[in-house]
């Protein structure tokens, strides 16, 4: 099981990563209709990051919780 610190670094790389993901789809679709046949596959990726993040931060908190 990890620890507060590990948890804390994870959580801090999914931030990171959503919000690179979260602007790659703001991008996209900012350009359609160009490029339209990527939005279902970035909008996937942006999904999945942003649920890892979601579980992440639960498990972060519920580590805190307990100490």
Excluded: C
Excluded at 38 to 67: G, I, N, P, Q, S
């Amino acid at each position: 099981m990890p620890n507060i610190e590990e948890l804390q670094k994870k959580v801090r790389k999914l931030q990171s990563r959503a919000g690179n993901a979260k602007m790659e789809l703001h991008d996209l679709a900012e350009d359609l209709p160009l490029n339209w046949s990527e939005v279902k596959a970035v909008a996937e990726k942006t999904f999945d990051v942003f649920a890892e993040l979601d579980a992440a931060r639960k498990e972060l908190a519920a580590l805190e919780k307990a100490e």
